[in-house]
């Protein structure tokens, strides 16, 4: 599975952002397609998931926020990022994992989010 985003930039604190995530290869019909992100300094962390049934999760600082959403028929993944802020700046991550593996399996390249205050 190959996963590549965009919309990654620079914003002001208060933006708004848009990423996505095209996925292709061999995409099983049950998944779990997801953004990490890290900043610098800091551990790799879950921002949001989402499954192919449609259960969604989100990390507590992003709820209310953040949006994460999928195109099952184009293969893609987004994550729509309101009232950004400073913390929220770091490397945005898309990952995928399929079946009903616990953990990514594959990832995406990063993109740059940073919010400036």
């Known amino acids: 599975v190959q996963l590549v985003e965009s919309g990654g930039g620079l914003v002001q604190a208060g933006g708004s952002l848009r990423l996505s995530c095209a996925a292709s290869?061999?995409?099983?019909?049950?998944?779990?397609m997801a953004w990490y992100r890290q900043a610098p300094g800091k551990r790799r962390e879950l921002v949001a998931s989402?499954?192919?049934?449609?259960?969604?999760k989100y990390e507590d600082s992003v709820k209310g926020r953040f949006t994460i959403s999928r195109d099952n028929v184009k293969n893609m993944v987004y994550l729509q990022m309101n009232s950004l802020k400073p913390e929220d700046t770091a490397v945005y991550f898309c990952?995928?994992?399929?079946?009903?593996?616990?953990?990514?399996?594959?990832w995406g390249q990063g993109t740059q989010v940073t919010v400036s205050s």
């Open positions: 990952a995928y994992h399929g079946g009903d593996y616990p953990i990514p399996e594959y």
């Open positions: 989402v499954y192919s049934g449609g259960s969604l």
């Open positions: 290869g061999s995409i099983e019909s049950i998944n779990t």
